[in-house]
């Protein structure tokens, strides 16, 4: 694990006078977001020692820094996953850069299969909490005592209730619930699916829930957007796909985009 300084050097060093208040991670398919960003300074992961490697498939790997409806941000625009080299702890290095550069909130995108009927592709779910199914923690290796991190309350209920006026302002349809990482890269088993819907699990994907570890140890309050591209394992009467995850996230990423600049809006019509 590689410590944040030396890229937040290298930021500070392209670009002085950002002072990014809100991070954001756009998670597969919702990349373009970054277009909102005006002014834009954009590094390449691959120039940012500790970030995973830019150019994955669906992942493009940059730092956007610049502001959204008034408000600096820093977008991290693509993030690497677990399954890619079974390294937990694969997007520790740029969250904890995010606390670096002073952002005060993290807002996290990802994709989902949803295990609930109310919540059909193309919509989007807000989450509550979540189940680690991976058994393993971005923390591994880390000796000092604040690794015991409290993951109560980890999705910020103040900032849950900003997304959810935010999604009502859009006559945004909010779904909440309960996701579970589990480590993929294979999609879950229909058991699998079953066994966390008896745990009380709303959603289900492969990401997110490192992140949000990293973040509540790096006391950042946080809040996370599902966009659900598929009804989960065994519920779904279709195969399932990464095509599949890459063609419905775009589906809901108008949703996501109006929420998020809602947010962003209005946090800057306070200053
Ligand atoms: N399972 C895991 N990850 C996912 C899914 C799913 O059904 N859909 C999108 N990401």
């Known amino acids: 694990m590689m410590s944040a300084k030396p890229a937040v050097a290298i930021i500070r060093s392209k670009a002085a006078e950002r002072q990014p208040k809100v991070g954001i991670i756009l998670g597969s398919g919702l990349g373009p977001f970054a277009d909102q960003v005006e002014n834009q300074t954009v590094i390449s992961y691959n120039d940012l020692p500790g970030f995973p490697d830019a150019g994955v498939e669906g992942?493009?790997?940059?730092?956007?820094?610049?502001?959204?409806?008034?408000?600096?941000?820093?977008?991290?625009?693509?993030?690497?996953h677990y399954y890619e080299k079974g390294q937990a702890d694969v997007m520790r290095t740029p969250v904890e850069t995010l606390k670096e550069l002073g952002c005060e909130t993290l807002l996290l995108t990802n994709a989902a299969g949803s295990?609930?009927?109310?919540?059909?592709?193309?919509?989007?779910?807000l989450l509550t909490d979540h189940i680690n199914f991976t058994g393993v923690s971005p923390l591994f290796g880390h000796s000092e005592r604040d690794r015991f991190v409290d993951m109560t309350n980890a999705y910020d209920l103040d900032l849950s209730n900003i997304m959810r006026q935010a999604a009502k302002k859009n006559n945004i349809k909010l779904n909440e619930g309960v996701y579970a990482w589990c480590c993929g890269p294979q999609f879950e088993t229909p058991a699998e699916i079953n066994a966390l819907k008896i745990l009380g699990v709303n959603a289900v994907g492969m990401s997110t829930v490192p992140e949000v570890i990293v973040a509540r140890h790096s006391q950042i309050p946080l809040c996370a957007l599902s966009i659900i591209t598929n009804l989960a394992a065994g519920i779904s009467t279709s195969a399932l796909s990464h095509d599949q995850t890459i063609r419905v996230a775009?589906?809901?990423?108008d949703a996501i985009r109006e929420i998020l600049m809602t947010y962003l809006n209005s946090f800057s019509d306070e200053q």
Do not use: C, F, I, N
Not at 59 to 80: D, F, N
Not at 115 to 125: K, N, R, T
Not at 250 to 253: D, Q, S
């Open 59 to 80: 992942h493009a790997g940059h730092l956007v820094l610049g502001s959204v409806g008034g408000t600096q941000v820093a977008v991290l625009q693509g993030r690497a």
């Open 115 to 125: 295990l609930v009927p109310e919540a059909q592709p193309g919509s989007v779910m």
């Open 250 to 253: 775009k589906l809901g990423e």
